[in-house]
């Protein structure tokens, strides 16, 4: 699969928040997040694993109730059905990849 940038919906599951799915198949997945300042990704569970890269700005990433701030170049791993999320102390963008697919997102 062959995705241009240009050619990709974005959505807006939350206030701030403008995300665009990437390329995708076989049990992988990748997901952009654009965060304004401010904007946050509610705490939540999921039965998939995980990775996440910070590619610009910062955030305050909370996991099972231990807090880390988190900067451009950080990355974090989700092991599955932990309860996780994120508030952007800036304008900020992650990488997401996640195993398997979120079908909830297609």
Known sequence: MVLKYEDILPTH????IT???LAHGGQMMGVEAS???GAVGEAHRHPHEQVS?????????EVEGKTYTLHK???YYVAPNELHGATALED???????T???EDFL
């Open 13 to 16: 599951p939350a206030p701030g």
């Open 19 to 21: 995300r665009r799915i």
């Open 92 to 98: 900020a963008v992650i990488l997401d990849i996640f």
């Open 53 to 61: 890269y910070i590619l610009s700005g910062s955030f305050q990433y």
């Open 100 to 102: 398997p697919q979120r």
């Open 35 to 37: 965060f304004e300042k």
């Open 73 to 75: 170049g950080d990355s």
